[in-house]
């Protein structure tokens, strides 16, 4: 037994858990049941495991590109083409496809991991545009099962629609007068898709998980807001109109929360538009003050970007398009000016979300070299989260337990799970006055804060907040964690 599970046990835990001094199997158990609050970056189409995606092909009847190790569309003819239900009968095959989709085997088919991270959303496409609704009821219960209830779901609203009506306004130097004449030519229309597929959406996902019926699974009980995922690697004024979709569908639907810029900050296209796309973010959301922004940024090493590219992405990502959260920010100390943007972050609270794995897969970042702990001491705030789940063959809590490597101790293990409410874009006032510190809350509810129930003001913020009511839910289930535990209850 190790040590500090025997002192767990024994009732002798000191307030806040050596993570080092546990076992690899303490950590996993201990952090499964740890509450984590929510998970703000999530791509629910790589969130999937590949032996969902290919029984969902198998139902569907998908074919499976030999040659590419791929999924296509019927009919399965030809000698490269085979049912995906007999693939997955095929045990050398079904290997394959899972080393495909998937990045649990280095150097398959001699790719970095860089390159076979992104290059899976291709192989698998044929099911994920079939399965929306499914896959955010998988990723809804594993949330739950890791005692975590929030999520904000990256999603493509219309994509494809926003970017030919973008193609044809055409691009115009003046940002204004471009989206004014999308409105003219229709996106309004597009919003209203947006809407009617989001409902479809989600009540596949209530479906899935039966919701209404007297068993519901435990997903039934995540909250879901979602970020307008738009690409940086197609011709700028698609960009901008998925952009500028994103910004009315966030000001028509509550579900919808911010906006996002997706695909490989590397790419020629990404890395020739990006001031150009900071400079539409920023337009468009009025910096980040009409409509929240969270923005991949800084996701580079000297292995996929020159200097020159690696000098502001993320001081633009947060001064010109206005983003309150940064996804990876791992080039941020590579920054001109880097120990100043770091102050500055952590004075207006930018958040970075933490994807370890992710880093490690991709960039090749470990817990040697990794910015995680240069963050951490110049109090920017930052969360745990996974990327792509299914792509990565991880969960949240792995993210956690991984975590300890990098320096991280309870005390930020905690953090993090209040930093993903206290910095998520749900509606409302916060319970804490301090967010990221954790020290003074609310005055409504001040001495109640892990109890079962609110009272009096405290239960107004709550009953009024979307952001109150998912804390008040996350405090109380990290009170009864902490108990069951052992541990002091601390701020």
């Not at 493509?156 to 055409?170: F, I, K, N, Y």
């Not at 695909?263 to 990006?274: K, Q, S, T």
């Not at 509606?427 to 129930?453: H, K, M, N, T, V």
């Amino acid at each position: 037994m190790g040590l500090a599970l025997a002192l767990l046990l024994t009732g002798q835990a000191r307030a806040e858990p050596d993570l080092g001094a546990m076992t690899a199997g303490e950590r996993i158990a201990f952090t499964k049941a740890l509450p984590k609050g929510g998970e703000l970056h999530n791509h629910i189409s790589g969130a999937v495991f590949p032996e969902t995606l290919l029984g969902w092909a198998a139902e569907d009847g998908l074919c499976v590109h030999l040659a590419d190790l791929a999924l296509a569309p019927p009919p399965c003819e030809g000698e490269l083409l085979r049912p995906a239900a007999e693939a997955v009968g095929d045990e050398e095959l079904y290997s394959a496809l899972l080393d495909s989709f998937s990045t649990r085997k280095p150097s398959f088919r001699d790719r970095s991991g860089h390159d076979q991270f992104f290059g899976v959303f291709g192989r698998i496409g044929a099911t994920t545009s079939q399965r929306a609704g499914d896959m955010l009821a998988v990723v809804m219960d594993d949330l739950a099962h890791q005692n975590t209830f929030y999520l904000e779901a990256m999603v493509t609203p219309q994509g494809r629609a926003a970017a030919a009506l973008g193609l044809q306004v055409g691009l115009r130097a003046d940002l204004g007068e471009m989206q004014d004449a999308l409105e003219a030519a229709g996106l309004g229309d597009l919003v209203s898709a947006a809407v009617a597929s989001t409902d479809a959406l989600e009540a596949r996902a209530r479906q899935v998980l039966g919701c209404e019926t007297p068993a519901p699974r435990p997903g039934c009980q995540v909250t879901v807001r979602y970020l307008v995922q738009t690409s940086r690697v197609l011709p700028p004024e698609a960009t901008f109109a998925q952009l500028a979709l994103g910004v009315a569908l966030v000001e028509a639907d509550p579900r919808w929360v911010g906006l996002q810029m997706v695909a490989p900050e590397d790419h020629p296209v990404a890395l020739a538009n990006y001031r150009l796309h900071m400079e539409m973010v920023g337009h468009l959301s009025g910096q980040g003050r009409t409509t929240p922004v969270a923005l991949h940024a800084g996701e580079l090493t000297f292995n996929y970007a020159p200097p020159e590219h690696m000098r502001d992405h993320i001081a633009q990502a947060v001064r010109v398009a206005g983003a309150r959260r940064i996804g990876h920010g791992v080039a941020l100390p590579h920054e001109t000016g880097a120990e100043a943007l770091a102050a500055e972050m952590a004075e207006k609270g930018v958040l970075v979300e933490i994807n370890l794995t992710s880093n490690a897969v991709i960039l090749e970042l470990g817990p040697h070299n990794h910015p995680y702990g240069w963050l951490i001491a110049r109090g920017v705030p930052t969360s745990f989260s996974t990327d792509d789940a299914g792509l990565l063959r991880i969960d949240l809590s792995h993210e956690y337990e991984r975590a300890h490597a990098y320096g991280a101790t309870y005390g930020d293990l905690k953090r993090s799970a209040r930093n993903a409410l206290a910095f998520s874009f749900l509606a409302g006032e916060g319970l804490w006055s301090d967010p990221g510190r954790y020290q003074r809350p609310d005055p409504a509810c001040r001495g109640q804060i892990g109890a079962p129930e609110p009272r009096g003001a405290c239960a107004d913020l709550v009953a009024r907040s979307d952001k109150a009511r998912e804390q008040w839910r996350h405090e109380a289930l990290l009170a009864a964690f902490e108990a069951q535990r052992g541990l002091a209850r601390r701020r």
